[in-house]
């Protein structure tokens, strides 16, 4: 039984790790696509984080491509 709980929670962390990985993706790809001064990076930062966070866990790579396109569609 303690073994379980362990797993969980390892899987939680990996998933936080994936999450916060994801963002930093995004945010780099984002800014050299958008010139963003250090308050809008901030902003842009928060607003993914948040989008993200309401999705289901994914991979690094699935949560990035959705962070992309969300911050891209609240641009334009």
């Not at 929670?9 to 050299?32: C, E, H, P, S, W």
């Not at 901030?42 to 969300?70: C, F, I, N, S, T």
């Amino acid at each position: 039984m303690e073994q379980k709980f362990h797993y969980r929670v390892k899987l939680r962390n990996l998933g936080g790790f994936a999450m916060q990985a994801a963002i930093d993706r995004v945010m780099q790809t984002y800014t050299m696509i958008v010139n963003l001064n250090p308050d809008e990076e901030r902003a842009a930062r928060q607003k993914v984080a948040a989008h993200l966070a309401g999705k289901p866990e994914g991979d690094e790579h699935a949560l990035a491509v959705e962070g992309l396109r969300y911050l891209r569609s609240v641009r334009e």
